[in-house]
C-alpha cells in the first residue's frame, strides 16, 4: 500500500510516499480504507524524537493518529462495525495511509464529510478528557490558552455547551472568530493579566493551556498563586511551574466522540478544516502545521 514513511527522525525532508506492508485486522480490530487523516502538532513532535517517552515509535514508522474511512476488514470479535461501514476514529497503526487498523472508532454520518469527521478525534477527545479533569462546571470560568486552535476551539465550544464562561487567549485577529464560539477573547503577551482581570472581574476558576507559549506564570498569578486546576497539555516547563501536564487518552475515548460527533452534526461544535493536502504532499502539511498559524486543522488524503 501507499503510505508516507519516516525511517529517521528530523525535520519535515524524512517523510517520503513509499510502499509498506498492508495491516490486517486482528481480534478486535478493524481494518479502514483511509478516505482522511488529521494532522496534529504531536505528529511532528514524534517525528523530531522529541516524544520517545510517552510514544516510543520504532522504525520506520507511518505518522498520523485520527482517521475516517471505510472499514474492508473486520477482526474476530468486532460486533461494532460491518464491512463497508464509514467510520472515524483513532488508528492504531499510521493513518498517513491507504489502509489503516482501528480498534476505537465510532460511526461516521453522512452529514459529515471525510476531512470534518477525520478532524474531530483527537482535539475533542483532548478538550473533553482535560475539562473532566480541571472538573469545569456550570456558572464558573475557564481561561483558555491557545482558544483559536483545534484543541482550544474544542475546549471553548465544550465549556460553552456545559453553561460556563470562557476566556480564551488569542490574536486579536482572531477575536471575532472567538466571539462566534461564545468567549470573551483577550490578547496574549505583556499585560495578559490585567487584560483577563478586565475581562473576567469576577476571577478565574480554572485554567486549560493548550499554547505552550509560556503563559503558566500568570495563570498561576491569576489563580491566586496556586496551581490547582491548572492544566496544560503543551508546555514542557509544567513540572518546574508544579503544573499538571496531561497527555495520552481517556478510557473508552469513543463513548465522549460519539456525542461530539452528534454536536458536530447539528452545528454544536465544530473543527475548521484549514486546508486538505493529497498524501504525497503530508510534508507540507506538517511543516505548516509546525509554524503554528494554520487556522483550523490541517488534513491529508491518501484516497
Given at each position: 500500500m501507499k503510505a508516507i514513511v519516516f525511517e529517521e527522525f528530523g525535520g519535515p525532508e524524512v517523510l517520503r510516499l513509499g510502499e509498506a506492508e498492508e495491516p490486517h485486522a486482528g481480534p478486535g480490530q478493524v481494518r479502514v480504507k483511509v478516505k482522511a487523516?488529521?494532522?496534529?502538532?504531536?505528529?511532528?513532535?514524534?517525528?523530531?524524537?522529541?516524544?520517545?517517552?510517552?510514544?516510543?515509535?520504532?522504525?520506520?514508522?507511518?505518522?498520523?493518529?485520527?482517521?475516517?474511512?471505510?472499514?474492508?476488514?473486520?477482526?474476530?470479535?468486532?460486533?461494532?462495525?460491518?464491512?463497508?461501514?464509514?467510520?472515524?476514529?483513532?488508528?492504531?497503526?499510521?493513518?498517513?495511509?491507504?489502509?489503516?487498523?482501528?480498534?476505537?472508532?465510532?460511526?461516521?454520518?453522512?452529514?459529515?464529510?471525510?476531512?470534518?469527521?477525520?478532524?474531530?478525534?483527537?482535539?475533542?477527545?483532548?478538550?473533553?478528557?482535560?475539562?473532566?479533569?480541571?472538573?469545569?462546571?456550570?456558572?464558573?470560568?475557564?481561561?483558555?490558552?491557545?482558544?483559536?486552535?483545534?484543541?482550544?476551539?474544542?475546549?471553548?465550544?465544550?465549556?460553552?455547551?456545559?453553561?460556563?464562561?470562557?476566556?480564551?487567549?488569542?490574536?486579536?485577529a482572531r477575536h471575532d472568530y472567538l466571539r462566534e464560539l461564545g468567549a470573551t477573547p483577550v490578547a496574549y503577551g505583556d499585560g495578559l493579566v490585567a487584560r483577563v482581570?478586565?475581562?473576567?472581574?469576577?476571577?478565574?476558576?480554572?485554567?486549560?493551556?493548550?499554547?505552550?507559549?509560556?503563559?503558566?506564570?500568570?495563570?498561576?498569578?491569576?489563580?491566586?498563586?496556586?496551581?490547582?486546576?491548572?492544566?496544560?497539555?503543551?508546555?514542557?516547563?509544567?513540572?518546574a511551574h508544579g503544573v499538571t501536564f496531561s497527555a495520552g487518552m481517556a478510557e473508552a475515548p469513543e463513548i465522549a466522540l460519539a456525542e461530539h460527533v452528534r454536536m458536530a452534526l447539528n452545528g454544536k461544535l465544530r473543527i475548521p478544516v484549514a486546508e486538505v493536502f493529497p498524501l504525497e504532499e503530508a510534508a507540507k502539511a506538517q511543516a505548516l502545521s509546525e509554524t503554528g498559524h494554520a487556522r483550523g486543522k490541517l488534513v491529508v488524503t491518501p484516497s
Open positions: 487523516a488529521a494532522v496534529n502538532p504531536v505528529d511532528y513532535k514524534i517525528r523530531y524524537g522529541w516524544m520517545q517517552e510517552v510514544f516510543p515509535t520504532p522504525l520506520p514508522a507511518i505518522p498520523g493518529q485520527e482517521f475516517a474511512g471505510i472499514v474492508d476488514e473486520v477482526g474476530e470479535g468486532v460486533t461494532a462495525a460491518a464491512v463497508g461501514d464509514e467510520v472515524l476514529g483513532w488508528a492504531t497503526t499510521g493513518a498517513y495511509a491507504q489502509y489503516a487498523l482501528a480498534e476505537s472508532f465510532v460511526p461516521k454520518p453522512a452529514g459529515l464529510d471525510w476531512a470534518e469527521a477525520a478532524a474531530l478525534p483527537v482535539a475533542t477527545e483532548t478538550a473533553q478528557r482535560v475539562l473532566d479533569l480541571l472538573g469545569v462546571r456550570a456558572g464558573e470560568t475557564l481561561l483558555v490558552h491557545g482558544a483559536t486552535g483545534s484543541v482550544g476551539a474544542a475546549a471553548t465550544q465544550l465549556a460553552v455547551a456545559a453553561g460556563a464562561t470562557v476566556i480564551g487567549t488569542a490574536s486579536p482581570h478586565e475581562a473576567a472581574p469576577q476571577g478565574v476558576d480554572a485554567v486549560f493551556d493548550t499554547a505552550g507559549k509560556g503563559a503558566l506564570p500568570d495563570s498561576i498569578e491569576l489563580r491566586g498563586g496556586s496551581t490547582d486546576r491548572i492544566i496544560t497539555i503543551a508546555d514542557p516547563e509544567a513540572a
